[in-house]
Every structure is written in C-alpha cells, then in structure tokens.
C-alpha cells in the first residue's frame, strides 16, 4: 500500500497519493508511516492544516521518532506559525542530536528573527555533521548579507555554487547576495538557472523580472512575470508586479485588469489603489473607476484609501466633496481619517476657522500621531504664531519626562515656532539643544588638513578615461537637494555612500586626511582602496559620479597623482546660510555640529578649501551655487545639469524632502549668532559672498 501512496506522490498526483493514504489507514489505523505518507500529500496539496492533524496522529502512535518531529516543524512552517516550529525543532534534536536538517532550519529561523549570533552557533553546530553541505553554506552566506559583509557572502555563496551548482536554495541565496552587490547581470542568470531547475519557484519568477526591469528591459521583465500569473490564483504581489508594469508598458487596460484582482484580494493596499488610479487616468475611463470603488466600499468602508481614491478621482466641486466626506464619517464614525479629509477641504476652500477647531478634534481624538499635532500648528501659526508657541507648551507640560521621542519632537516643533514667531534667540537655544542632545549619535567631525598645503604633482590624464567626477558639500549647503535630482535620473552617478551599504573605501573614513598627514597611509593606497571598491559599486571602468561625504584638499595628493582626469563639484551656499540651515535641519550626514561656535569653526575651515579650489588650478572644479534654488527642483535642475554637462529630466515639484531657509535668512540670525557668523564672513567674502 505505501508503493502505492508513493508513487502518486513522485508523480505529483496528490489526490490520487492521499486517497491512497487513507486506504491503507482504513486497513490499519495504526500505520504511523501511512500517516505520515498521508501529511506529506496533504502538504504538497498546500493543506497545512491537515497535515498537520495527521503529523500529530502519527507522533501519538510513534512520540520518540524524531522524523515526524521534524517534519512537523515543516508543516508548522507551512503554516507560518514560527514558534510552534521552534518547538518541534527543539524536540527533533532532543530525540536526535545529530539532525543536521534541524540546525539549518533552526539557523534558518534564527536568520529571519535578526539572531545572526544564535544563527552562527546553530551553524556550528550543524557544520559537525554535514560540513560543506550546501544548505550550511546557504545559512553562512545569508548570516554574512544580513551582516552587511557582501563580499563575504558573495565569496561563501559563489563558492559553493561552484560545488553545488543545482542546488536551489543555494542558487537563490547567490542571487540575493549579486542582487545586494548590484550585480545584476549575474543576479539574472543565477535566477535563469535556478528557475529551469525549479520552475515553480514563483517567488524567484517575479524576482528575476524585478532584476531584468532594474536592467532597463521592461517588456522582457513582463515576458518573465507572465508564468506567475497563470492558475486560478496567483498571488497579489505578482498581480501587482504585473500591474505596476503594464502601466509602465503603456497597456493601462491590462493594469487595471490584473490591479482590480489584487483589490480584490488586498482592499487596503494603497500601492494597488494608486496604480489604479493613474491606469484609470490614463484610460481616461472615470466610470469604471467609481465602480470599482463603490464595489470595495460596500464591503470594506473602513479602508481610507478606497475614500480618499473616491475623492481623488471627483470633480473639484465642494459640495459633492463634502456629501463623500459626510458618507465616510457615517460608515467610520469613529476614524480621525475622514476628519482629516475635511480639514483639507476646509482649507483649500479658505475657511480657516473651521479649519482650526477640526484640526483641534483631530489632535484631541488622535493625540499620539504626530500629524495631528503638525497639522494644527501650520494653522495656528498661519494665524498668529505666538499661540502656535503657547500650544507648544500646553504639550509639553502634559508629555511625560520619560518620553524621550515625544519630548524631542516638540523640542524641534518649538524651535521653528519660535523662529517663526521672530523669536531668533530662542530658536538658536533649542536647536543647540537638539544637536547637544543628539551628539553620542552623530559622527565627530573630521579634522582638516592644511587647504594651501603644497600637493602633489598633477599626472598626464590618460587619453580616453572614463569621466570622473567628486561631488562633495558641507551641511547647510543643501548637496542633499542635488543627489536627489540626480539619483535615479544619471546611470553614472553613486549615492551609496550615505545609504545602507557604503563602499568601504577611504573616501568614507573621517580619519584618511589624519591617517595621510602621519604617513599611516599613503595617497596611493587611499586610490587603490577606492579603485578596488568599484567593481562592488557596478561601476567597472565606466563613468562615475562619486557623492563624497565631505571633502579636503588632501585628497588632491590623490587625485592629482593617480586620477587627474578627475573633476570636482562642490556645492556651497552663503556659509552663514549654511550654518543656520545646519542647525535647523541637520545634515545628511550626520555630523556632529557642537556648539555653533565649533560648527561655524569647522565649516570655515572648510569652505576654505573650497576657496582654494577655486583660486588655484589644483584640478578642473566647477563650484555650484543653490542658494536661489535649493527648494525648487526644476530651477535646480538647470546649473547642476550645467555643471554636469547633462540635461536632467523635469523633475517632480516635490522632489526635494523637506524645505531649507532661502537665501539671506541669516540675517534674522546676526544678534543671536554673532560670534559664528563673524567666523564665517571672511570665508564668505572669499567665495565672493557680501560681508553683511
């Protein structure tokens, strides 16, 4: 009976393997391998459930096997129920120590959680028994990516490829970790190959057109999607994929058509109603949409999203906006969302009284969410700042001292109060609290070498080198604004240095300029360093657009001896506009400011360099001025496109991710920060700035 339940099993017949099963359990209710038979079907049919009852009639006939245990671990795994898998993991090796199986699910486990250290024990464990294994060469090569160590996960994984390489989950790992690296020409046949050996590995398929779309090639990416979608029910996420790149393809009716099922699945996912949204506008078809969204309405009312798609798509006509509100306050009486929808009407028609006592509700019902808070200040300020400020303080003297969070929110929100109030004093005494406060977090600021040192002697360029350019700015400077403008648009240029996985390079330690000056190092190995780091960046021997987190003309001896092809661009502003802005603001990078006396310090010191740069022809250098266009993209885009050599795309009116002070704001600042600024006019007047 069991050849039978067997065979249907190789041959996927999972119907015809559980009849079996229960044919032979009709026979002999006490068959422990029948029952597990039965499970391993029931499993392959996707009925956890099940399988799970039958795992544990079998564990009732057979409690010390240590198989069913583990294949009940499985089963829970199935199920997503992780703590139950724990446990049946735990008793596998208590009844056999030498489950090498158990370690790597038990490691893998461990993965997910973030536990990498109990992952690298269960590791150990595991290598024991099965060293060389592939899955134990997953797990190492997963615990090295989630670490952050790429190369090493890719070294690990790529090697074990080569002694395994049909090994699937292997396979998937060392797509994951090409992926990480940005490899992604290897990534996409690492996935090519996986999915030939499992071609029913959905997860992978959508992995591989999100690798090929990456690529530029988004009919390709559709053609690898397109499996995923076949049977009765794929899943969501697929559909999404789908949809997102059918829009993307011009084919607005297909999107909605596969974006609708996810709808359906998903009501309150808000990247499907968006989606849907632009299919709908692009299909110019008003009537299926409303449909579409009255239909989820009556079934999930308490979705915002669904609402505020209904407004979206409405004429702007207020008293058929209000009636929609109206209807979502009745259906959710109780959600602050609908109140948050007429606070929006309220003010786009001008009626800021009424405005104001909504946004009252709102922060009185909803009083945790920061928004509530925001949004009453914008209108209390509006109307007369000094009650934004006397709100303030009715806040902080009801938020608990151990709040931490809050506390520092309002300190923030209270410093722009008083800085809009004209209050310039104060607001400079709670942003340099803010900075003091936060000072254990943020990175000491580098020390500056010399910026007229003599440096070394400018090399021949080599004929046909790719171009190469250093982009660098200080805080204040709004450098944040010009990466924004150019990442994702310019195919050159790098901003990995302020992301999650920084090249490991000299150009990213503060310590290089000191380490150079002592003779730790030499500038030929801080080139070597950065060169060896390219090929982890995707760059090759191709253009580079390199964001450096700051800059000194040490790294002259760097450049001009080794890449004196190389050009600068350093974004400034009014350096007085610059250390205000600091301190409102911060910096993308996270540098510690101090004092103001020590931030106008150093930022002195280094726009002196940047002085230098300009008065000497050191290497070619374009210095690029925002101070009339930091919080306007499009007028932005212009001189860094110029500076560049480049014509960047019209970017998105709201680009840029918060606004900076505008030019001359300083000068509201000159009694309260007399003494940085005094530093700071000098250097000013050398950049060519007015002195007051």
């Known amino acids: 009976m069991h050849d039978k339940i067997l065979d249907a099993l190789r041959r996927g017949a999972h119907d015809e393997a559980i009849a079996a099963a229960r044919a ?48 009940r671990a499985a089963a829970l795994l199935g199920a997503r129920d992780l703590e139950g898998a724990e446990t049946s993991l735990a008793r596998t090796l208590e009844l056999d120590p030498n489950r090498f199986g158990a370690y790597i699910v038990q490691a893998e486990l461990a993965i997910a959680r973030g536990d990498f250290d109990e992952a690298d024990r269960l590791a150990t464990l595991a290598a024991r028994l099965g060293e060389g294994h592939p899955a134990l060469s997953t797990v190492r090569g ?63 398929r959508r992995l591989l057109a999100e690798v090929v779309l990456r690529q530029g090639r988004p009919g390709e990416a559709a053609q690898q999607i397109a499996p995923a979608l076949e049977g009765p029910s794929p899943s969501p996420e697929h559909l999404r994929f789908a949809g997102a790149l059918a829009l993307r393809l011009g084919r607005a009716g297909q999107a909605v058509a596969h974006l609708k099922r996810v709808l359906a699945a998903v009501p309150g996912d808000t990247t499907t109603v968006d989606l ?40 702007p006509d207020e008293a058929v906006l209000r009636a929609l509100i109206e209807r979502w306050s009745a259906a959710v009486p109780d959600s602050v969302a609908p109140l948050r929808a007429r606070l929006n009407l309220e003010v786009a028609t001008g009626a800021t009284e009424s405005a104001e006592a909504i946004a009252r509700e709102i922060a009185r019902r909803a009083p945790e969410d920061p928004r509530s808070h925001s949004q009453l200040l914008d209108l209390l300020t509006a109307r007369d700042p000094e009650t934004a400020i006397e709100y303030l303080r009715e806040l902080e003297a009801v ?39 936060w000072a254990d977090r943020l990175v000491v600021l580098p020390s500056w070498s010399p910026a007229d040192a003599p440096r070394a002697a400018r090399a021949e360029p080599a004929a046909g080198a790719p171009r190469l350019v250093f982009m660098a700015g200080l805080p204040g400077s709004g450098h944040e604004h010009v990466g924004r403008l150019l990442d994702g648009v310019v195919g050159a240029f790098r901003a990995d240095r302020l992301g999650d996985a920084p090249p490991r390079d000299p150009m990213q330690n503060v310590l290089t300029v000191g ?51 190389a050009e600068l661009l350093m974004v400034i502003r009014d350096p007085r506009d610059m250390l205000v802005n600091w301190l409102a603001f911060g910096s993308p990078v996270p540098f510690r400011l101090g004092t103001p006396e020590e931030g106008a310090a150093w930022l002195a010191q280094g726009l002196e360099h940047v002085a230098v740069l300009q008065e000497q022809d050191l290497q070619p250098v374009r210095v690029l001025r925002t101070d009339d266009t930091v919080n306007d993209p499009a007028a932005l885009a212009l001189p860094v496109g110029e500076a560049l050599g480049l014509t960047l795309p019209a970017p998105p009116a709201g680009l840029f991710n918060g606004r900076r002070f505008p030019a001359g704001h300083w000068r509201r600042y000159t009694g309260a920060l007399a003494g940085p600024f005094a530093t700071l006019t000098p250097v000013a007047v050398r950049l060519g700035y007015p002195d007051n």
């Open 142 to 204: 997963m615990i090295a990516l989630r670490r952050g160590e790429l190369d090493r996960a890719l070294s690990i994984l790529s090697q074990a490829a080569q002694r395994s390489p049909d090994d699937p989950q292997l396979l998937n790992a060392l797509a994951a970790a090409y992926i990480a690296k940005d490899h992604l020409a290897f990534a996409e046949q690492t996935l090519l190959r996986l999915l030939r050996l499992a071609p029913q590995t959905l997860p992978s």
């Open 515 to 565: 380490r150079l000056a002592s003779g730790e190092t030499t500038p030929r190995a801080v080139h070597d360093e950065w060169r060896a780091q390219l090929a982890g960046r995707a760059i090759g021997d191709g253009a580079l657009i390199d964001w450096l987190l700051w800059w000194d003309n040490a790294l002259l001896d760097v450049t001009r001896a080794h890449l004196p092809h």
């Open 276 to 315: 849907l949204l632009s299919a709908w506008q692009a299909l110019g078809d008003r009537e299926d949409a409303v449909a579409t969204l009255e239909a989820a309405l009556a079934t999930t009312p308490q979705v915002p999203a669904l609402w505020q798609a209904r407004l979206a798509i409405e004429p």
């Open 24 to 71: 032979a359990l009709d026979a002999n209710p006490a068959d422990v391998r029948a029952w597990e038979l039965l499970a391993s079907a029931q499993r392959a049919s996707g009925d956890h459930v099940a399988a799970l009852d039958s795992l544990d009639r079998a564990i009732a006939l057979a409690p010390e096997d240590a198989s069913l245990h583990f294949q």
């Open 399 to 437: 938020t608990p001292a151990e709040d931490e969070v809050r506390r520092r929110q309002l300190q923030g929100w209270m410093a722009m109060a008083q800085e809009n109030a004209g209050h310039h004093a104060e607001a400079v005494e709670q942003w340099a609290r803010m900075h003091a406060d």
